[in-house]
């Protein structure tokens, strides 16, 4: 027994060392590995499967509003970024430059990208002529990359795989319509899929994305009390447009730019799954996005007819569901610890005495429930236990989070929730980019949204006393 153990104690405990048991987790379960280049990780197939669950989801539901998927050059030339001053100012520390083919310097550096508006302007500027071409509703999976300082293994990397939607549109209410349904999309995506609750809103000027006219983020807070964003949907105006010169000929025979958006999730979505629902053991994955929902494990598998017994099982239920049997010959001890670890949300244990009784005993991953089943109805009942599991993950993950959500009436009592509360604190702010760097200063808190579900806590601000304008969350963050 204490060989089955050895693969828990691997972790480092949640409360002891959060930023540990993150690492522990994500290398012990297999979700990544460390590459030669530092900053860039590598996905293992545990990782990537569950991200190919998450792009297949995405993707049918990006499909479903009349996206269209294409795919845009990984470089781009520096004359073209340098076209939208404030897009170009706000990734420039980020930016990789090529300065070589082969050994011949190029002519013009080529950026490799780490967004892609530009490249999707100078398509629009070509392709759009007449209202008739609009709108524009494409998206793309790729990869990009972004020169960071600090890395950590899903949450910020150098290179990472995102999806990233760029539309254009005839009028600023269709650009306005279609930023505000992408951010909703995410959010559905986000509770339906992931039982991650999500908080809606507007990022401040600040923090918005460089040359957008606005930005909305869904935000989630992590078992540690810190926030995540988790992604963002930007309505671009007719920045961009007037920039790149996308214009086309209204109904009136009149030239008009056109108003665009941009909206993207990236595999760092992972980490939230991780530290929302994760635990001491490992990983808890919900139902909806696990690679394998079932693994059945067969006791005293040596014994007459149980492996040929547990195949059968899982043959049974594999038109339902993504499931796996474990035949190795490690003891069920650590096939257990293996399986939790992994967070694979149910495991079914079937032995000879078992297969005796005509049952099987399910365990759910999150509360480690065990629940008694008939091999004839064992269909309908893990129906029913994963549909509960993942409609209770969400329920606690969303408990926990208004359990640490705050609210400040006045500064000092702002500072001292900061300084000992882990989670959001909802207060008022006047709008003053002063205000928000006072903040930030003295809390390392910073503005997460300006919630579209507004409360008034007070007529002031809770930094500088001045009337308030809008109701704000605010928070440490990833």
């Known amino acids: 027994m204490a060989k089955d153990k050895k693969l828990v104690e691997a972790i480092t405990s949640m409360e002891e060392d959060f930023a540990q048991w993150y690492t522990d987790v994500v290398k012990k379960a297999e979700l990544i590995d460390y590459s030669s280049v530092r900053g860039c990780m590598i996905l293992r197939p545990n990782g990537y499967a569950i991200w190919e669950n998450i792009q297949k989801e995405l993707d049918r539901r990006f499909k479903e509003t009349g996206v269209e998927n294409v795919y845009m050059p990984m470089f781009i030339p520096e004359s073209l970024l340098q076209k939208e001053k404030d897009h170009v100012e706000g990734f420039a520390p980020e930016v990789a ?14 950026c490799v990208r780490p967004t892609s508006e530009t490249l999707f302007c ?33 949450l910020r990397s150098m290179e990472f795989l995102w999806q990233e939607g760029h539309t254009a549109h005839a009028t600023a209410e269709e650009a306005e319509e279609r930023t505000v349904q992408m951010l909703n999309v995410y959010a559905d995506f986000c509770e339906q899929v992931l039982a991650i609750p999500m908080i809606k809103g507007r990022k401040t000027d600040k923090e918005k994305f460089a040359g957008a006219h606005a930005t909305y983020t869904i935000e989630a807070l992590m078992h540690d009390g810190k926030a995540l964003q988790s992604g963002t949907s930007h309505n671009f105006g007719d920045g961009f447009a007037q920039a790149f010169g996308i214009q086309y000929t209204d109904k009136e025979n009149k030239l008009s730019y056109v108003h665009q958006t941009s909206w993207g999730m990236s595999t760092r979505i992972i980490g939230a799954v991780i530290m929302v629902h994760g635990d001491d053991s490992g990983l808890v994955l919900p139902p ?77 991953r999150d509360t480690r429930e065990k629940i008694v089943v008939s091999l004839d109805e064992i269909e309908t009942e893990l129906a029913k236990v994963l549909d509960t599991m993942q409609a209770e993950m969400l329920e606690r993950a969303r408990t926990h989070r208004d359990n640490h959500t705050y609210t400040a009436a006045n500064y000092d009592e702002f500072k001292d929730i900061v300084a000992n509360k882990p989670g959001f604190v909802k207060a008022m702010w006047c709008g003053d980019l002063e205000c928000e760097m006072k903040i930030k200063e003295d809390t390392t808190a910073t503005s997460r949204c300006m919630p579209f579900e507004q409360e008034e806590i007070s007529g002031t601000c809770v930094c500088c006393g001045k009337p308030a304008k809008t109701m704000v969350y605010w928070g440490k963050a990833y």
């Open 97 to 110: 430059w090529v300065t070589h083919g082969g050994l011949e310097p190029l002519q013009e550096r080529l």
């Open 288 to 364: 909806r996005i696990a690679p394998v929902q079932v693994m059945v494990i067969p006791i005293a598998q040596h014994k007459e007819g149980v492996l040929e017994k547990a195949r059968e099982v899982a043959a049974k239920l594999t038109a339902d569901f993504r499931v796996k049997v474990d035949d190795s010959d490690k003891s069920p001890g650590w096939k257990f610890s293996e399986q939790e670890m992994r967070g694979i949300p149910v495991r079914i244990e079937l032995g000879p005495k078992d297969i005796e009784a005509n049952q099987a005993v399910i365990v759910r």
């Open 122 to 154: 100078d398509l629009y500027a070509n392709i759009v002529q007449s209202y008739r071409d609009l709108p524009k509703l494409y998206n793309q999976w790729c990869s990009v990359v972004r020169w960071e300082k600090t890395t950590r293994p899903f």
